[in-house]
């Protein structure tokens, strides 16, 4: 009897792990029917047809509330992430810049990266160019809120 109840409670906590932690239908799914399937079989085989009937229908009744409080949306709100995103992109009005300004690169552009320009950090992009860090370099062109450089000895 301990054998039929601990692949059906396996066989439930790997259905739960494959829908609930491990994306698609893999092995967790999988071998969780198989542990249910297993465990009622086994029910059914050696305990006789009445406890089999019994721990089919418990089974059953197991996953059904199971799948009732999963389709609740309170349940989704609870194990779903939930972030906002503050983050800004360059703003250029709020810093005055203009193309002609001289600056120095921060990091690698590899074509993108960050520049200095009169302490102000802003997001540049080099084109094609591969500039490394602490490099002069010069405003060609601003886009919106993209800004183009290149090296100042170019």
Do not use: H, Q
Request: some cysteine; aromatic content about 8%.
């Amino acid at each position: 009897m301990w054998l039929v109840i601990v692949l059906i409670v396996v066989g439930i906590l790997l259905l739960l792990l494959e829908v609930l932690v491990i994306p698609g239908t893999g092995f967790a799914g999988i071998a969780g029917f198989v542990s249910i399937i297993a465990g009622v079989w086994i029910a059914y085989a050696y305990l006789g047809s009445s406890t089999g009937n019994i721990v089919l229908f418990v089974t059953l009744a197991v996953n059904v509330i199971a799948i009732w409080i999963g389709v609740r949306s309170k349940t989704w709100k609870k194990a779903a992430l939930v972030s906002t995103i503050d983050g800004k992109v360059n703003t250029i009005n709020d810093i005055n810049l203009k193309v002609g300004d001289v600056g120095k690169t921060i990091s690698r552009c590899v074509p993108m990266g960050k520049a200095d320009f009169n302490g102000n950090f802003v997001e540049v992009d080099a084109r094609v160019d591969f500039i490394d860090p602490n490099t002069e370099i010069k405003i060609i062109k601003i886009d919106n809120n993209k800004i183009y450089i290149k090296p100042l000895n170019k």
